[in-house]
T-cell receptor, first 111, second 114 residues
Framework: EDQVTQSPEALRLQEGESSSLNCSYT??????LFWYRQDPGKGPEFLFT???AGEEKEKERLKATLTKKESFLHITAPKPEDSATYLC????????????FGQGTTLQVKP | ETGVTQSPTHLIKTRGQQVTLRCSSQ?????VSWYQQALGQGPQFIFQ???????GRGNFPPRFSGLQFPNYSSELNVNALELDDSALYLC?????????????FGPGTRLTVT
């Protein structure tokens, strides 16, 4: 069964304090690993797709990396506006089109 | 380019009632997926529609049903509402293809069952 576990559940950072969020996954035939950002009461906003181990993608202060068992979302010098819940999801070859999400990491960045 | 839209934004229903939620997919997308997100949890896959047919279903009972229309918009229907159905219902659109593809989410419909 495809599974995704995110850690930590919650993270508090000071503005400018870099850190990483972890996404561990078990999937039969990875078709893609996705990172989303979700603000309270809103729908998830697409950030990145990673397809194979060793792949990296960057967007502003965010960088996503992928290994065969986990993905990391690195946040460099975060700002208060980066505060949100970050969701990780996988799509496996046995469940095409079905995203399996983790429970998310809620990030709070204090000024 | 128009993004994914959902209606209504909020809805309050009584246990045992029926509800219909609506979703308009993003321009150029032919696939719609529905997810249920309980408070503090990640979204859970309900089902997906492609070419007006159900194309995969999660672990949800038959009282959760859907439709997709020729313009790729979609409806989610829930019969015999239960208190546990209270959640944020999310619609996501995408283009079904050989390689994996991104799903773009709408703002959601907040359903409260009392």
């Amino acid at each position: 069964e495809d599974q995704v576990t995110q850690s930590p559940e919650a993270l508090r950072l000071q503005e400018g304090e870099s850190s990483s969020l972890n996404c561990s996954y078990t999937v039969s035939g990875l078709r893609g690993l996705f990172w989303y950002r979700q603000d309270p009461g809103k729908g998830p906003e697409f950030l990145f797709t990673l397809y194979s181990a060793g792949e990296e993608k960057e967007k502003e202060r965010l960088k996503a990396t992928l290994t065969k068992k986990e993905s990391f979302l690195h946040i460099t010098a975060p700002k208060p506006e980066d505060s949100a819940t970050y969701l990780c999801a996988v799509e496996g070859s046995s469940n095409t089109g079905k995203l399996i999400f983790g429970q998310g990491t809620t990030l709070q960045v204090k000024p | 380019e128009t993004g994914v839209t959902q209606s209504p934004t909020h809805l309050i229903k009584t246990r045992g009632q029926q509800v219909t939620l609506r979703c308009s997919s993003q321009s150029g997308h032919n696939t719609v997926s529905w997810y249920q997100q309980a408070l503090g949890q990640g979204p859970q896959f309900i089902f997906q529609y492609y070419r007006e047919e159900e194309n995969g279903r999660g672990n949800f009972p038959p009282r959760f049903s859907g439709l997709q229309f020729p313009n790729y918009s979609s409806e989610l229907n829930v019969n015999a509402l239960e208190l546990d159905d209270s959640a944020l219902y999310l619609c996501a659109s995408s283009s079904l293809g050989v390689s994996s593809y991104e799903q773009y989410f709408g703002p959601g419909t907040r359903l409260t069952v009392t």
